[in-house]
C-alpha cells in the first residue's frame, strides 16, 4: 500500500494532474491563497537550492561564468529570437509589447527541477537562474524602455518593482 502511494499518488505527474483539476475546481475561490504565492515560490527556490553544494560556491570561477552564460541565454539568445518573431507574428503593437515584457522577465524556476529530472547539471541550472533573476534587475527596465517607453512604463519603476522582489 505505502508503495502505490509512493509510487502514484506522490509522483510528480501525478500531483500536477491533482494540482491542475484542483485550480480547475477551486475557480474564483483560488484568489483567497494570491497572498500565498510568494512564500510557495520562496519555498521552492529553498528546495531548489539544496542541490548545490557549499565547495562549489567558495570559487569564484566555479560560478560567475554559469551565472553570466544563465543572464547571456536569457536575455540575448532568447530576446534575439522571441522580439522579431514577434514583431513579425502579432497583429497588434499591443501584444508586441507583451512579448517585450516575456523576454524582459526573468527565467522561471521550473528550469532547476526540470534540469534534475533531465539528468542535467542541476548546480549549473541553479547558478544560471540566479544570475539570470539578478540581471533582471537591471535588463528588465532597459528592454522595456528601449521598446515599449510610448505606453507610459517608466524605466525607474520597473527597476524599483524587480529590485524589491528580489
Same mark, same amino acid.
Given at each position: ?31 483567497? $491563497?494570491?497572498?500565498?504565492?510568494? $512564500? ?16 562549489? $560556491? ?109
Amino acid at each position: 500500500m505505502i508503495n502505490f502511494i509512493k509510487r502514484n499518488l506522490l509522483n510528480r505527474n501525478s500531483i500536477l494532474v491533482f494540482a491542475v483539476m484542483l485550480g480547475l475546481f477551486a475557480g474564483d475561490k483560488a484568489a483567497l $491563497l494570491k497572498d500565498y504565492t510568494f $512564500l510557495a515560490l520562496a519555498v521552492t527556490m529553498a528546495f531548489s537550492m539544496t542541490g548545490i553544494s557549499i565547495e562549489h $560556491l567558495k570559487n569564484p570561477l566555479h560560478f560567475t561564468k554559469p551565472m553570466f552564460m544563465g543572464a547571456m541565454l536569457n536575455y540575448v539568445l532568447f530576446t534575439i529570437v522571441l522580439l522579431p518573431l514577434a514583431w513579425w507574428l502579432m497583429p497588434s503593437k499591443n501584444l508586441f509589447y507583451g512579448f517585450v515584457v516575456i523576454a524582459a522577465a526573468p527565467p522561471g524556476v521550473a528550469i532547476i527541477p526540470f534540469s534534475y529530472i533531465l539528468k542535467g547539471k542541476v548546480e549549473y541550472a541553479i547558478l544560471g537562474v540566479t544570475g539570470a533573476f539578478l540581471a533582471s534587475i537591471v535588463i528588465a527596465p532597459l528592454l522595456v524602455n528601449f521598446f515599449a517607453s510610448s505606453q507610459g512604463v517608466k524605466p525607474y519603476d520597473l527597476f524599483v518593482i524587480t529590485s524589491v522582489s528580489l
